[in-house]
């Protein structure tokens, strides 16, 4: 599933085609994804001129004029692509957005994971998809005292706490497993026996890992690409992630891979304790 560098990615690609276009017809080729698409979709964005594109952890956030807010989750397999208009439909595509200036933003979804909803964009945030989530990992709300604190009680292990998107999003099991690398952090570390000094490099890493995947466009892994069809090439630089059996690239030991809440956990036994 992608992540925040994913998701942030596919935002700035996106906010800088199709930024000032009006949507001309908004074409649904089925009823829903991994939920009904809103109702009146098509109706409710003909004539919106597309303002910005943001992004609030996994969600790509298009603000449109008259106060309308269109928020897609782009699921495990989801992708935007922008297209002159002629272009030939690509498999999956379940939705296309045509615009005035001959562009069009389609999106395509394999395995449609992924789920779109309009709302009004003075109180958005409200809405439960929203209103639980924690602060940015990028932002000036996220560091070593705010992880200390939400881990203080928390007798889960230090990798699922990182992943609640209730205590900072964005941060999947990608990022996770490398910032705790970083950090020299157990990830079956129980989160209530964090130290300051821990909870501080932990927040380092996150930060410091996921600018860099940004930096490198993302992490292509299976299905993500960029808006402009190219990769993500960040799983260039991955220390752990996938690297089971190979030498840890600081103290050469065998890199470990164990199943987590369901998860695979990345890590090595002697540079994380």
Same mark, same amino acid.
Not at 129 to 135: H, N, R, V
Not at 233 to 243: E, L, P, S
């Given at each position: 599933?992608?992540?925040?560098?994913?998701?942030?990615?596919?935002? %700035?690609?996106?906010?800088?085609? $199709?930024?000032?276009?009006? $949507?001309? !017809?908004?074409?649904?080729?089925?009823?829903?994804?991994?939920?009904?698409?809103?109702?009146?979709? #098509?109706?409710? @964005?003909?004539?919106?001129?597309? !303002?910005?594109?943001?992004?609030?952890?996994?969600?790509?956030?298009?603000? @449109?004029? #008259?106060?309308?807010?269109?928020?897609?989750?782009?699921?495990? %397999?989801?992708?935007?692509?922008?297209?002159?208009?002629?272009?030939?439909?690509?498999?999956? !595509?379940?939705?296309?957005?045509?615009?005035?200036?001959? @562009? %069009?933003?389609?999106?395509?979804?394999?395995?449609?994971?992924?789920?779109?909803?309009?709302?009004?964009?003075? *109180?958005?945030?409200?809405?439960?998809?929203?209103?639980?989530?924690?602060?940015?990992?990028?932002?000036? *709300?996220?560091?070593?005292?705010? @992880?200390?604190?939400?881990?203080?009680?928390? #007798?889960?292990?230090?990798?699922?706490?990182?992943?609640?998107?209730?205590?900072?999003?964005?941060?999947?099991?990608?990022?996770?497993? !490398?910032?705790?690398?970083? #950090?020299? $952090?157990?990830?079956f570390r129980p989160a209530r026996r964090l130290k300051a000094a821990q909870a501080a490099s932990l927040a380092a890493a996150v930060r410091a890992v996921l600018t860099e995947a940004i930096a490198a466009g993302g992490s292509t892994i299976s299905d993500f690409v960029r808006a402009d069809g190219r990769p993500g090439?960040?799983?260039?630089?991955?220390?752990?992630?996938?690297?089971?059996?190979?030498?840890?690239?600081?103290?050469?030991?065998?890199?470990?891979?164990?199943?987590?809440?369901?998860?695979?956990?990345?890590?090595?036994?002697?540079?994380?304790?």
């Open positions: 599933m992608p992540e925040l560098p994913e998701v942030e990615v596919v935002r %700035t690609g996106l906010d800088s085609l $199709i930024r000032n276009q009006r $949507i001309r !017809e908004v074409q649904l080729h089925r009823p829903a994804l991994r939920y009904p698409l809103p109702d009146g979709m #098509a109706e409710r @964005l003909q004539g919106r001129t597309v !303002e910005a594109v943001e992004r609030r952890g996994k969600y790509l956030l298009f603000r @449109l004029d #008259a106060d309308v807010l269109l928020a897609w989750h782009l699921g495990m %397999t989801g992708q935007f692509h922008v297209l002159p208009a002629a272009s030939p439909a690509g498999r999956h !595509e379940h939705v296309v957005i045509v615009f005035d200036e001959g @562009l %069009t933003l389609r999106y395509r979804d394999a395995r449609r994971f992924g789920y779109a909803g309009l709302f009004d964009a003075r *109180d958005w945030q409200q809405h439960p998809w929203f209103a639980g989530l924690g602060p940015e990992p990028l932002g000036g *709300d996220f560091d070593g005292a705010y @992880l200390l604190g939400r881990c203080r009680s928390r #007798a889960a292990p230090v990798k699922q706490v990182l992943m609640d998107a209730s205590v900072v999003v964005g941060v999947g099991n990608i990022y996770a497993c !490398e910032a705790l690398f970083r #950090a020299g $952090i157990d990830p090439y960040f799983r260039h630089a991955f220390r752990v992630y996938q690297r089971q059996g190979q030498p840890c690239v600081r103290c050469g030991a065998a890199v470990c891979r164990r199943m987590q809440a369901g998860r695979s956990t990345f890590y090595c036994r002697g540079c994380q304790h």
